[in-house]
């Protein structure tokens, strides 16, 4: 019976991690994903910067909502993409929020 007990155990510690990796792969983690918010008060290039001192960084591929919209200081917008360091962000996608 100790040795059914011991066996049993081995196995379950052995079959734990193969079964909790069973349901495919997890989520990325929330330090891949950057957010950022506020106004934008200068751009240069293909960056811009935010009044919370944030540069935000575009790309090709970097979406713009609404489409075909044209950037510019005194916009509000959200930002999601990844760290660029110093809480700077590469942009994925840029949403123009209404006036605030």
Known sequence: MNRFVTALALGAAFLAPVASSAQGFPPRPM????????RIIGMQGSSFRLASGRTVFLKQ????????????????????????????????VVNV????
């Open 97 to 100: 929020l209404p006036r605030r």
């Open 61 to 92: 591929g970097t979406v713009i909502n609404p489409t075909g919209f044209r950037l510019r200081p005194g916009i509000f917008v959200r930002v999601t993409g990844t760290p660029a360091g110093d809480r700077n962000v590469n942009a994925t």
């Open 31 to 38: 330090f891949y994903r950057h957010h950022a918010e506020g």
